[in-house]
């Protein structure tokens, strides 16, 4: 069964409003929490490094201010997207690295419409 | 940062026949190799992995091979079923994990 759940796994929103993504680890705890944006047919591309208790890093061209997020917790963590625009349509999607190997689990991804 | 790069784009099989994909990466750093498997809106599912001290890894019908110094690593699958058609993803890590480009693989019936 899935080890990282996402929610919601779609959203649509207008332009201009806030949208709050969840990933959360199942029965493990993850220190680092991975956030990718995949465009359609393309590969995924890391955004942000998602740290409990302490701030994000985040990848070069990635607006933070834009994308904020909140490891909240050691199964927790959130990526809003702030006055979305339709170019922030896309697939967003998280992951965490489990056991001492550090294997890295997928969410189950956020289709992000934004009107 | 990482840099990877995978080929081919597309790659289409006959049923039974053997499919490669190939992947290099430019930090000699990296030292874990995974390999990804995603349908069509689904989250990508690790489906093989190699670190840099193992030149070749085999897992039923799949395999992965590693040349640390060419910095390639190939992702074989043999005997293919319609079922093994997705978007297949190579990844290379030294601190965080970057992907290649992803390979779309149709096996024909």
């Known amino acids: 069964g899935a080890v990282v759940s996402q929610h919601p796994s779609w959203v649509i929103c207008k332009s201009g409003t806030s949208v709050k993504i969840e990933c959360r680890s199942l029965?493990?705890?993850?220190?680092?929490m991975f956030w990718y944006r995949q465009f359609p047919k393309q590969s995924l591309m890391l955004m942000a490094t998602?740290?409990?208790?302490?701030?994000?890093?985040?990848e070069q061209g990635v607006e933070k201010d834009k994308f904020l997020i909140n490891h909240a917790s050691l199964t927790l963590s959130t990526l809003t997207v702030t006055s979305a625009h339709p170019e922030d349509s896309s697939f967003y999607i998280c992951?965490?690295?489990?056991?001492?190997?550090?294997?890295?689990?997928f969410g189950s991804g956020t289709q992000l419409s934004v009107l | 940062g990482e840099n990877v790069e995978q080929h081919p784009s597309t790659l289409s099989v006959q049923e039974g026949d053997s499919a490669v994909i190939k992947c290099t990466y430019s930090d000699s750093a990296s030292n874990y190799f995974p390999w990804y498997k995603q349908e069509l809106g689904k989250r990508p599912q690790l489906i093989i992995d190699?670190?840099?001290?193992?030149g070749e890894k085999k897992d039923q019908r799949i395999a992965v091979t590693l040349n640390k110094t060419a910095k390639h690593f190939s992702l074989h699958i043999t005997e293919t079923q319609p079922e093994d058609s997705a978007v297949y993803f190579c990844a290379a890590r030294a601190n965080n994990l970057f992907f290649g480009t992803g390979t779309r693989l149709t096996v024909i019936p």
């Open positions: 190699i670190r840099s001290n193992v």
């Open positions: 998602s740290n409990e208790g302490s701030k994000a890093t985040y």
């Open positions: 029965d493990f705890q993850a220190t680092t």
């Open positions: 992951s965490a690295p489990r056991g001492r190997d550090e294997k890295l689990f």
